[in-house]
Structures are given as structure tokens and as C-alpha cells.
């Protein structure tokens, strides 16, 4: 995941929109799903942010968030 400054484009906002969900991996926490692409979450892997499907257990604590 990296910042790109906003084109105007309709896609770019499609692209850079995400919801907040119940945690993945824990409902006090915070999940951001992809609004343009269903299913793909905010993930944290290997220190960088990505934005991938989630299948396992891994994949969904790595995608829950906990504010503070």
C-alpha cells in the first residue's frame, strides 16, 4: 500500500475508499475492507500494509486493528 495524490478519477476513488468491519479476527477490533474490491482487506505482513483476501486465521488477526 503506498499514498498517490488524487487524479479526480472516479476509479481513483473507488480505489482508495475502504469500510470499516467488525475485526476479522476480533469484533473489538477494526477490519477496512476494499470498497472496489470485496473480500480484499487492509493486512499487515512482513512489516508493510497490503490489501489481499483473507482466508485463514492468520490472515484475518493480521487484518484486525486495534486502536489505542
Not at 479476527?25 to 475492507?33: I, K, L, T, W
Not at 505482513?45 to 486502536?67: C, G, I, K, M
Request: charge should be negative.
Amino acid at each position: 500500500m503506498w499514498l498517490e495524490k488524487n487524479d479526480g478519477s472516479t476509479r481513483f476513488a473507488s480505489d482508495a475508499t475502504f469500510r470499516q468491519r467488525a475485526g476479522l479476527a476480533d469484533p473489538a477490533g477494526v477490519s477496512y475492507e476494499s470498497s472496489n474490491y470485496p473480500g480484499r482487506y487492509v493486512r499487515h505482513w512482513e512489516y508493510l500494509l497490503n490489501v489481499q483476501a483473507v482466508s485463514t486465521p492468520t490472515d484475518r488477526v493480521d487484518a484486525t486493528f486495534h486502536t489505542q
